[in-house]
Every structure is written in C-alpha cells, then in structure tokens.
C-alpha cells in the first residue's frame, strides 16, 4: 500500500487548504481508518483528522470548526480541507492508514508527507 499526498506548498492566511491523498495498493473502501496528520516545526505529530472505509468522519477538536475530510471511492483517493488558515497551520501534512479504533489506532503505511506553508 502505498499514500501519496498533493496539494499547493504555499497558502495565503484565511484561504482554505485542499489536500489530496491518493492511495494505491489497496482500496480506501476496504476496512481501515484513513487520517490525515501534521507536524509543525520542531513539534511532535497532531493528528487532525480521519475518513473510515464506509465513509464515516472523525475530527480533532482542535481543528473540527475548520476542518473536512471526505472521500473519492472513484478515484481512491481522500481528502483534507482546512479552512480559514492562518500562519500556525505551517506543518508538514501526512497522510496515514490505521487500523483498530478511534483512539487506539495503530498506523501502517504513511504518505511522505508534504510541506504547507502559510504566508502572505
């Protein structure tokens, strides 16, 4: 299996973030959760965000009121939308596979990640 994430690099402050993780070697409607993840500069990782296999969603309190995560079953693919961004949303944005449940999820493969930065 294998995650490969996409979107712009640079955001301007109050736009929405669109990122897109595209999956290969499995499909995103068998059973799995599907997150998205960021890191900031120097920081541990956040988790954001998941889309289960039927299309269930789970947020982050941190981030709910600004964040969207939905599915493409068509083209295997999910995706992030972060709206509203300002410049402490610059992180480096993973998408990852996890398996268990909600709050014990055990991660298995990642994307390789990809930096966003936020700036005028």
């Known amino acids: 299996v294998q995650l490969q994430e996409s979107g712009p690099g640079l955001v301007k402050p109050a736009q929405t973030l669109s990122l897109t993780c595209t999956v290969s070697?499995?499909?995103?409607?068998?059973?799995?959760?599907w997150n998205w993840i960021r890191q900031f500069p120097g920081k541990g990782l956040e988790w954001m965000g998941a889309?289960?296999?039927?299309?269930?969603?789970y947020y982050s309190p941190s981030v709910k009121s600004r964040t969207s995560i939905s599915r493409e079953t068509a083209k295997n693919q999910f995706t992030l939308q972060l709206n509203a961004v300002t410049p402490e949303d610059t992180a480096i944005y993973y998408c990852?596979?996890?398996?268990?449940?909600?709050?014990?999820?055990?991660?298995?493969?990642w994307g390789q990640g990809t930096q966003v930065t936020v700036s005028s």
């Open positions: 990852a596979r996890s398996f268990g449940s909600i709050t014990t999820s055990r991660y298995d493969y």
């Open positions: 070697g499995g499909s995103i409607s068998n059973a799995y959760y």
């Open positions: 889309v289960t296999y039927s299309g269930r969603t």
